[in-house]
């Protein structure tokens, strides 16, 4: 699907009462999911994992080569054009990443295991900061969900940490055959929530995907692009409900 600029102008329209009325309270969090509340292992660690699950040796300058390799070659022009929409079904996802793989002199005969590892319930940690967060906002009674562009349900990977039940609703991209930030997938989210869209706070890393919200009458929260290891910044969220 192409996102239209138009459809998303057309996706809020407020009543004059709201217009003039005052800013509703945030009832309703709304998180991005990679890079954002979770993240997933660094390619060495990947890499290790895919060399035990296919018996290939893997020393040090095998490694960094081939983490160089992976670099480069996802910027090849077809690689590149093959990872647009990746995120609209499992199956896009699939090709996208063979299509990358397959140029990687290491990975290449293995890329079903090396597909598979990243698709494994402990591929993708949360950051240290996000429980405390989900906890909070159960705790304070704020409605939680998952507006995420992904190829398959990332429930898989909250319940291997224990944080499935913390969050009310997932919203995935592949559900629904696009990619943010088409309306209809912040619009899901709230209507599954019972939220009302002007109440509601979406998080995320991305200005251009996760900023679309305020298209459908949200408010937006965007954290800074950068790779984090520690805490990804998520306390400031309780900044928003005070």
């Known amino acids: 699907m192409i996102y239209n600029l138009f459809d998303s102008v057309a996706a809020y329209r407020p009543t004059e009462a709201e217009q003039a009325g005052p800013v509703p309270p945030v009832e309703a969090v709304l998180f991005d999911f990679s890079n954002t509340i979770f993240k997933l292992i660094d390619v060495p660690t990947w890499l290790r994992r895919v060399a035990d699950a296919t018996g290939r040796p893997l020393d040090a300058e095998v490694l960094e080569k081939t983490a160089e390799q992976l670099y480069e070659t996802y910027r090849i022009p077809e690689v590149a054009a093959a990872q647009i929409g990746r995120d609209e079904s499992a199956a896009q996802h699939r090709t996208a990443l063979f ?134 910044g998520l306390a400031h969220v309780l900044g928003f409900l005070d």
């Not at 088409?182 to 009302?196: K, M, S, T, Y």
């Not at 991305?206 to 298209?215: F, I």
Request: proline share 8%; net charge negative; glycine share 10%.
């Open 99 to 232: 299509a990358w793989f397959e140029r990687v002199d290491y990975l290449q005969g293995v890329e079903e295991a090396a597909y598979g590892l990243i698709a494994a319930p402990d591929a993708w940690v949360p950051y240290p900061d996000t429980e405390p967060l989900l906890r909070e906002l159960r705790r304070r009674g704020i409605k939680t969900g998952i507006v995420s562009d992904f190829p398959w349900d990332v429930g898989v990977h909250m319940a291997h940490f224990g944080l499935e039940d913390l969050v009310d609703v997932r919203v995935v991209s592949y559900q629904y055959g696009t990619e943010k930030p088409d309306p209809v997938l912040f619009r899901a989210a709230c209507e599954q929530l019972g939220a009302d869209p002007r109440a509601t706070l979406m998080v995320g890393d991305n200005p251009v995907k996760d900023g679309g919200a305020a298209a459908s009458g949200l408010r937006a929260y965007i954290l800074p692009g950068e790779p984090r290891t520690g805490e990804r």
